[in-house]
């Protein structure tokens, strides 16, 4: 095994190693995509379901695309009409799942812990989707290759991620991942969303946007979940917009190669400005691809994929579809 | 004469045991003699009747029969996590012979014919004393007083809405200036719901790292500062349920030196584990007040040793495999506790030398018993023949499945134990032996 675990479920659990492998692959199954048939058959014949408990769009759209361009073969289980709303609990459903022999299965659960949880009563290889406010391992991946990209080796790059950090999953899987790589992490946001303690997961803790994002090589902006203003967290969004919004006027503020980066869905005009959104700083849209690539990745090497195969110019194990 | 397990005669000796009484536990063996379920003398050195039926205590520890101020037995309406019957098995498995039950229950014990349906089933059982607390408001909803003078006159012992605070101010003055009129404590959840909020844990380094909403101490401090200075203004009998902070222990040390009536346990899992337990995600690590930090076991370790706090009560609270296989999050709180206090208690601070034996026992039977004025928890001359026998020197490891109670939600399997409970007896009768 090329990772030590058969589960992806957070970055924490991962090294420095087996995030750089996940990467290089990653890039590998990236040039897949600019061909005429963005195919490959390395998992044919096998089975992935998507198990999303939690709703998701982009998530799920994105392993469903990464998955069929593996060949897999894939089940989307829809939540909203399972037995779990029928008292079933997470335990039955999964183990009945597996036992109509998978061999993959990708998690998204409004609990933290859930993927664990289902990692180690499952024998089938878990991912990790989104775990509460947990861990979102695949989104912190695809972050940090789309620095990578722009930045090459992250070791003593600024990044500054902006938002509600407390919950925040994919704050947390930044930190970790970023950290591991040598890379230095702000957190920024209103002290109600940013908790004591994320210092000590090896984030630098830092109120005043401005100085925030001063010598920041990124910043990773977090969307504002609307919701929390009913739980008195904020005062709304014009208020979040004046002091933690990023605009042209607060990107004047940083270096001139300082780019944006948002993981999605977004609230345009709350925490990102719709110029800024749309302007010439912003690899979003990277993002999104990259994010593809990513989780071909981490299924791949989870299924037991050698990453040689598919290094060098040659790139032998990524041929396409016959 | 032969003793036998088989047929316990009316009168007899316990013979060759290290007596434990009033916070003492006796360094040359004695003697307890038992007379119809009452102890008729006891004392050092040998028994001088010759004509008697004598169990050889074999040099174990007798004590008086624990006293657990804090129990949920569930019956009525949850009878899936425990019964009265169970739960007094539990109970006796744990060396107690008393037990305080939480008015939760299903529908809450929140008028007389309740209190008296929860004292029948426990005389049907008989195995261990139970002393029902009742609710302060009418079905536990924070908005109207119970009937307090009916539901004493039924033997309720106290009353308390515990699982749910009281959050209303002045219905929490109006409890505590009706019970002080008829002499029973008003206990407090303290746990102020609009800082609680969804919080599942303590908030702190933990809950940040593993995403779960936090349970801030402030919750807990700000709710006990409150009732305190409410205790203060009507003289009324404060008992605060389950302390779990140090400011907790802060604000109820200076009360008492100010002659404020209050009375404070806490619970064998805040004495001895902290937030680092959840980190796998388990729920069995799950309860509220919630498992904090080492600062904290600290603090109630030593307010429990300087009588800031007076007793050791396990909040046994049994709950199902299924709810308890739920996620973290949306399991429910609580873990049981009768059958392990006594070694946790006597491993984590007897062993480590916070507490010597004799003032373990004493906090875990007369002072429980005195923070709701119970008729027991003494060994004495004349008094109710309740009494373990208890060996310090054996080790074992907790087996969940092997739990009297009915639910295992224990935190602390396949923890090693200094200390087991070889016998209870109530009445002078065993309710329980170890390996039957």
């Known amino acids: ?322 | 004469m032969e003793w036998s397990w088989k047929r316990i005669p009316a009168e007899y000796l316990v013979a060759n045991v290290r007596l434990c009484r009033d916070g003492k536990l006796a360094d040359r063996p004695g003697f307890l003699h038992v007379q119809k379920g009452l102890v008729a003398a006891l004392g050092p050195g040998a028994p001088s009747r010759e004509d008697l039926p004598v169990l050889d205590g074999g040099g174990l520890v007798c004590a008086p029969g624990l006293v657990d101020v804090h129990v949920h037995f569930r019956e009525p309406g949850q009878e899936e996590k425990e019964t009265i019957a169970t739960g007094s098995r539990a109970a006796a498995a744990g060396g107690f012979t008393a037990v305080v039950t939480m008015p939760n229950t299903r529908p809450p014990v929140d008028h007389a014919p309740m209190v008296r349906y929860i004292l029948d089933r426990a005389q049907e059982t008989g195995l261990c004393r139970v002393f029902p607390t009742a609710a302060i408001s009418r079905g536990q909803e924070g908005e109207t007083l119970t009937e307090f003078g009916d539901l004493v006159k039924a033997g309720a012992v106290g009353f308390t809405d515990d699982g749910r605070p009281v959050m209303h101010g002045k219905l929490m003055q109006f409890a505590l200036q009706y019970a002080r009129v008829l002499g029973v404590p008003v206990t407090c959840h303290a746990e102020d719901l609009t800082l609680a909020g969804k919080g599942v844990m303590h908030a702190g380094y933990w809950s940040t790292k593993l995403g779960l909403a936090g349970l801030p101490r402030l919750a807990e401090d700000v709710m006990v500062f409150r009732d305190v200075e409410l205790a203060r203004a009507t003289g009324g009998h404060l008992h605060v349920a389950h302390v779990s902070t140090k400011g907790t222990v802060e604000i109820i040390r200076r009360a008492r030196e100010q002659g404020v009536h209050v009375t404070a346990e806490v619970t064998p899992h805040h004495l001895t584990l902290d937030h680092s337990c959840c980190r796998d995600f388990s729920p069995l690590y799950k309860m509220s007040p919630p498992l904090r930090e080492q600062e904290d076991i600290e603090a109630v370790t030593q307010g429990l040793v300087d009588g800031v706090l007076d007793c050791v009560a396990t909040d046994h609270a049994p709950h199902t495999a299924m709810e308890k296989e739920l996620m973290f999050d949306q399991a429910p709180f609580g873990v049981v506790g009768l059958e392990t206090a006594l070694a946790v208690c006597h491993t984590h601070l007897v062993k480590t030398g916070r507490l010597d034996l004799g003032q373990l026992v004493e906090k875990m039977s007369s002072r429980a018993a005195e923070t709701y004025g119970l008729p027991c928890g003494r060994l004495e001359e004349g008094g109710e023949a309740d009494f373990l026998l208890f060996d310090p020197d054996e080790e074992w490891t907790v087996q969940p499945e092997a739990l009297r109670s009915m639910s295992r939600n224990t935190p602390y399997g396949g923890q090693k134990l200094a200390g087991r409970v070889k016998a209870t007896f109530l009445r002078g009768r065993p309710t329980y032996r170890d390996g039957e």
């Open chain 1, 1 to 322: 095994m090329i990772l030590r675990s058969k589960d992806l479920i957070g970055l924490e659990d991962l090294s420095r190693e087996e995030i750089l492998t996940i990467l290089e692959a990653a890039e590998a199954f990236r040039t897949i995509f600019d061909r005429p048939v963005r195919k490959v058959p390395i998992m044919r014949g096998r089975t992935v379901v998507n198990f999303f408990v939690e709703p998701s769009t982009r998530t799920r759209i994105s392993f469903e695309l990464a998955e069929k361009r593996l060949s897999a073969d894939i089940v989307n289980f829809d939540a909203s009409n399972s037995s779990l709303k029928k008292g079933e609990t997470l335990r039955d459903t999964a183990e009945n799942i597996q036992a109509m022999k998978i061999d993959m299965i990708v998690v998204r659960h409004s609990s933290p812990g859930a993927a664990a949880y289902l990692g180690r009563v499952l024998k089938a290889s878990v991912i990790n989707a989104g775990d509460g406010a947990h861990e979102h391992p695949t989104q912190g991946l695809l972050d940090i290759m789309t620095m990578r990209q722009r930045l090459g080796d992250l070791a003593g790059r600024k990044v500054t991620i902006i938002g509600d950090i407390a919950q925040s999953r994919v704050a947390r899987s930044n930190i970790y991942g970023l950290t591991k790589l040598g890379a230095e992490v702000t957190v920024c946001g209103p002290p109600t969303m940013v908790p004591a303690a994320i210092a000590r997961l090896g984030a630098t803790v830092e109120h005043d946007l401005k100085r925030a994002v001063a010598d920041a090589d990124v910043l990773n902006i977090l969307r504002i979940q609307l919701e929390r203003q009913s739980q008195m967290v904020f005062p709304g969004n014009r208020e979040y917009h004046l002091m933690f919004g990023v605009t042209e006027e607060v990107l004047r503020h940083t270096k001139p190669s300082c780019f944006v980066m948002h993981p999605g869905p977004m609230n345009r005009d709350v925490e990102i400005s719709s110029a800024v959104a749309d302007g010439p700083r912003q690899v979003i849209l990277e993002q999104v691809t990259n994010g593809v690539a990513v989780r071909m990745a981490v299924i791949y090497l989870l299924s037991g994929g050698d990453p040689r195969q598919l290094g060098g110019g040659a790139r032998a194990g990524v041929r396409e579809e016959e």
